[in-house]
């Protein structure tokens, strides 16, 4: 079986190395077609960070493995890891974190053991990275939350927590503010919670998750999330457990999976030779059983885990007392480990059932559309408007414009209203938000819109617009702040 392997900027070739030479001391049934990644791809003039043969190699063989990488700064490209998930649509991004003997933290001490899997969406949310400003003073990030998208991940998610005889999973939402984007998430969660009896399904608003999983993390099982609220909740996942250099990532997608390390290149210890390998590793070795090599993932987890049972560790970790090994020596103690087992946590070394990554040869782009339930109608039109003068004028002036069709509902600014009434205590900046509905609720065309924006563009620069959509009786959008 053949897989693409990129080694990655700063630490990244040398921790690849440490892993790759375990998996050849192992026997691991894998064949390697090395590919170009990373900073010094992005700086031969490639904005996307990876070379057109690197792209067409991870498409032809499904897999990639790949070590952390830099993205320049201050050059305007975008980050080469979410490129290469969002480019493949990776749509899960797995993070197991869990408890390991030899790595002392205050839950170990305490006694209190971890083993949270954290799901978070991969694709969609902020990291869509589509921002605009809007004015001088207010920038604009869409955040697009999908219900294909949501059920994706969600859906994964239970299936994951089926295969690990979870006994929890959980939901992390902030439906209570985002009615509207973490709603749908909340409410794909619970549509496909249904299909799951056995399993115990709950939701937890954000904030609160953050200070339970502090204070008692053995409490929570699986928790699913979306993007960004993910990324933040996985850093802190891993800082339970002894921190980033123990947190394997695995992004799966139907066609093409990547397997990397959550952490940074490290530049300032790269070629040292003293980097942890770990996460990387555990990355590894969640490849192998993704891949049905669950023989070799078994017995090299079990060596990791009795290598450092002994008390074998590099600088950023372990006992003080011992002296740290580099990163070469870490690795050569895990070889020699091989065959050993763990007084703890061990796992069973189940025959491999080997498959071969097969995506498929797409000739089109792939649309995901949920079956629309009742149809829908446009009853009115947000305008995101640039102007420094005080609400009673905005709203003179937009009367005059809404004509037959249209009533001005109200302004609002940086989402809370300031007409028809509001607080002079309110502070304001120069881009507001005023809503036009149609008269008695009725249907309103593009056309009526476009109308409607051609006329009020005459006092003033419409910096965005959001059509006001309706399904059945359902608004489809948010109210401000005290409307």
């Known amino acids: 079986m053949k897989i693409a392997v990129a080694k990655g900027d700063g630490i990244g070739p040398e921790i690849m190395d440490a892993v790759l030479k375990i998996f050849a001391a192992n026997k691991v049934p894998l064949e ?14 490639h904005s996307n960070g990876m070379t057109k043969l690197a792209k067409d190699t991870i498409e032809s063989l499904g897999i990639l493995f790949k070590g952390p990488m830099e993205t320049p700064k201050g050059k305007g490209v975008k980050s080469i890891n979410v490129t290469a998930r969002k480019t493949w649509n990776t749509y899960s991004n ?12 205050v839950f170990s001490k305490a006694g209190i053991p971890i083993d949270i899997t954290v799901v978070r969406e991969n694709i969609e949310d902020t990291y869509g990275g589509i921002e605009h400003m809007l004015t001088h003073d207010v920038a604009l990030s869409r955040r697009f939350i999908t219900r294909p998208g949501s059920l994706q991940v969600i859906r994964y998610a239970f299936e994951m927590a089926k295969l690990k005889n979870a006994r929890r999973i959980t ?8 009615k509207i984007t973490d709603g749908l998430f909340l409410e794909c969660f619970r549509e496909v919670a249904k299909e799951y009896p056995e399993l115990k399904a709950d939701d937890v608003i954000i904030d609160d998750l953050c200070m339970k999983l502090v204070t008692r993390p053995d409490q929570f099982d699986v928790v699913v999330l979306t993007n960004l609220q993910g990324d933040i909740v996985s850093d802190l996942c891993a800082g339970l457990v002894g921190g980033l250099g123990f947190a394997p990532s695995a992004n799966i997608g139907d066609h093409i999976s990547i397997f990397e390390a959550v952490h940074g290149t490290a530049p300032d210890i790269a070629g040292k030779n003293i980097a942890n390998p770990t996460a990387l590793l555990l990355s590894g ?7 049905g090599l669950t023989e070799n993932a078994s017995v090299i987890e079990n060596a990791l885990l009795y290598t450092l049972e002994k ?10 007392n011992i002296p740290a090994v580099n990163t070469t020596a870490f690795a050569d103690a895990i070889i020699a480990n091989l065959g050993q087992k763990p007084e703890i946590g061990a796992r069973d070394i189940m025959p491999n059932k080997p498959g071969t990554p097969k995506p498929l040869h797409l000739d089109a782009n792939p649309m995901m559309v949920s079956k629309e ?4 109608k446009i009853v009115g039109v947000d305008f995101f408007i640039e102007s420094d003068e005080q609400p009673s004028a905005i709203a003179e002036k937009c009367e005059r414009h809404a004509g037959v069709k249209f009533n001005l509902i109200n302004i609002s600014n940086r989402g809370t209203q300031v007409w028809p009434t509001g607080s002079v205590y309110t502070n304001l900046v120069n881009q507001y938000n ?3 509905e149609s008269i008695d609720a009725s249907p309103l065309n593009q056309q009526d819109i476009i109308g409607l924006y051609v006329s009020l563009s005459g006092n003033f620069k ?11 009786d359902k608004k489809a959008f948010s109210l401000a702040q005290g409307q």
Do not use: P
């Open 32 to 45: 390697y077609e090395f590919v170009e990644m990373g900073k010094w791809v992005f700086d031969k003039g």
């Open 94 to 105: 797995k993070r197991d974190f869990r408890t390991l003997h030899g790595v002392d933290t």
């Open 171 to 178: 939901c992390g939402h902030k439906a209570n503010i985002m």
């Open 285 to 291: 070795i969640a490849m192998l059983r993704h891949l």
């Open 311 to 320: 008390g074998v560790h590099t600088g950023d970790f372990g006992d003080k």
């Open 373 to 376: 339930e009742e149809n829908e």
């Open 434 to 436: 005023v809503r036009f």
């Open 462 to 472: 419409i910096c965005s617009h959001e059509l006001l959509n309706q399904w059945g």
